[in-house]
């Protein structure tokens, strides 16, 4: 079993640790601490797809949290000796490490130090890949925190990296962030223009899922500003792309939403027509834009 192979391995990483402590070599014992840290991160990660799917970073089982404490012991071992030999790209790697592994404990704040850490290193010998990533770990750590302000950045500086580095799912993956983040931020406008931008891409990518997504949180930021008839629009397409790729799940959403959203433009409707019956409006009502405009 999958459980037996992380067991063996812990196993014999922990005679090449002692091997490495008996000769004396810090060398072999920082990797033999780095591969006990990912040992037991791999175990965690495990042990959450099997028994804590469902939860969020910092509420997992206890089986899972106790692998994850053990990995983090290991990288901070492994991080103490690769310092003390001066070798800044491990260093790197068990920043990275470490901010992941107490991002999912939940440690939040204390990711991010590894994660800043980690983005200054990565800017120290130019590698552009973790340096993203890194940004990219900082926006999730911020939005965890609630500092939506503070992740919207950090995604921003993602977006950058991708666009200086042509890597469009990446680019993509930031704009779907930055749409979320906004909406958090309940700046649907901004909202709005970065699911348009994940949108186009996904269409070049030929990336019906995020097609999907980006149909449907615009479909979501459109009714939180009221313009109903962009919001059906979005809702038809979230519906049509859900059937296309099997989201039946995806499909029953959709078909709710645009129920609701049929709901709430008759609501609409009966309030404006009753205002202006009432003789109420000095001013006429604006037509809702429609999707005649740039949405095919």
């Not at 959450?48 to 071992?77: M, N, T």
Request: contains cysteine; aromatic residues 8%.
């Amino acid at each position: 079993s999958e459980e037996r192979c992380h067991d063996e391995a812990i196993a014999a990483f922990e005679r090449q640790l002692d091997l490495a402590r008996d000769l004396g070599s810090e060398a072999l014992e920082s990797r033999a601490l780095y591969s006990l840290g990912t040992a037991h991160h791999a175990m965690g990660k495990q042990a959450a797809a099997r028994d804590g799917a469902s939860f969020d970073p910092g509420q997992y089982p206890e089986s899972v949290s106790q692998a994850l404490s053990k990995a983090a012991a290991y990288y901070e071992a492994n991080l103490a000796l690769v310092v003390a030999l001066g070798d800044k790209s491990a260093e790197g790697r068990a920043c990275g490490n470490l901010g992941n592994t107490h991002y999912l404990l939940g440690n939040f704040t204390k990711a991010i130090r590894y994660h800043e850490r980690r983005r200054d290193l990565a800017r120290g010998y130019k590698d552009k890949a973790a340096e993203r990533r890194a940004c990219t770990n900082l926006a999730n750590a911020h939005v965890f925190l609630g500092d939506f302000e503070s992740a919207a950045t950090f995604y921003r500086n993602t977006f950058d990296i991708a666009l200086e580095t042509g890597e469009k799912a990446v680019e993509a993956q930031a704009c779907y962030s930055l749409g979320n983040t906004y909406t958090l931020l309940k700046d649907y406008r901004q909202a709005i223009d970065y699911h348009l931008k994940h949108l186009d891409i996904a269409r070049v990518l030929k990336d019906k899922v995020g097609e999907e997504r980006a149909c449907w949180s615009l479909g979501n930021a459109y009714t939180a500003i009221e313009e109903y008839d962009v919001a059906v629009y979005y809702a038809r397409q979230h519906q049509k792309l859900a059937y296309e790729v099997g989201d039946w799940k995806g499909v029953a959403v959709a078909r709710q939403n645009l129920l609701d959203l049929t709901t709430a433009s008759q609501r609409t409707s009966r309030s404006s027509l009753s205002e202006e019956a009432d003789g109420s409006r000095s001013v006429p009502t604006k037509r809702k834009p429609g999707v005649s405009t740039n949405l095919e």
